[in-house]
């Protein structure tokens, strides 16, 4: 089945520690997304990546940074620069068409 | 001013109504219009996508463009208490980013 997976479900980071969120697709798509969602909020863009090795800050890129070494694979990872990092963090693809493909997500929790 | 406002509702009716959902926009330039379903937990699944102004049909989901107001509609017919989620309006000047309403939760009385 072609999709977007996320893992892990729910992770939880301790204080000044750096965490990896990972997202995979096999949509054969070119364009990644990482964005967050805090309760009741819509979503706000942290990166996003149109092509492989080449990736552009969102709105709210402070405290988070990303990789794209592989068209299927866009990891984000949430430093302990990043102060409120409590979220829902949904990846999306998107091919020809503006259309975005969301995965799972992930429940990040600070302990 | 936000460039998509969306009210946060909730929107609370009973089974079998007819709601409708909408979206106000600022930015002339955005041509892609679409409409996105999320429930509890989980990601964004789209519903709708439509481009430049009109209507679009789906079974019980219709899609309406204003461009001329800049104004987005979701119309749900026969609702069920299965529609109960949040729906989240996006759109795009084609630029690969999409802006996001702040999603409105509708839930369905049965």
């Known amino acids: 089945d072609g999709g977007i997976t996320q893992s892990p479900k729910y992770l939880f980071r301790k204080e000044g520690q750096n965490v990896t969120l990972s997202c995979e697709q096999n949509l054969n798509h070119d364009a990644m997304y990482w964005y967050r969602q805090d309760p009741g909020q819509g979503l706000r863009l942290i990166y996003y990546s149109q092509i492989v090795n080449d990736f552009q800050k969102g709105d709210i890129a402070e405290g988070y940074s990303v990789s794209r070494e592989k068209k299927e694979s866009f990891p984000l990872t949430v430093t302990s620069a990043q102060k409120n990092p409590t979220a829902f963090y949904l990846c999306a693809s998107s091919g020809l068409q503006e259309t975005q493909y969301f995965g799972p997500g992930t429940r990040l929790l600070v302990l | 001013q936000k460039e998509v406002e969306q009210d946060p509702g909730p929107l609370s009716v009973p089974e079998g109504a007819i709601v409708s959902l909408n979206c106000t926009y600022s930015n002339s330039a955005f041509q892609y219009f679409m409409w996105y379903r999320q429930y509890s937990r989980k990601g964004p699944e789209l519903l709708m996508y439509?481009?430049s102004s009109g209507n679009k049909e789906d079974g019980r989901f219709t899609a309406q463009v204003d461009k001329s107001s800049k104004y987005i509609s979701l119309f749900i017919r026969d609702s069920q208490p299965s529609d109960s989620a949040t729906y989240l309006c996006?759109?795009?000047?084609?630029?690969?980013?999409?802006?996001w309403g702040a999603g409105t939760k509708l839930i369905i009385k049965p």
């Open positions: 439509t481009y």
């Open positions: 996006a759109m795009s000047d084609s630029n690969y980013q999409l802006i």
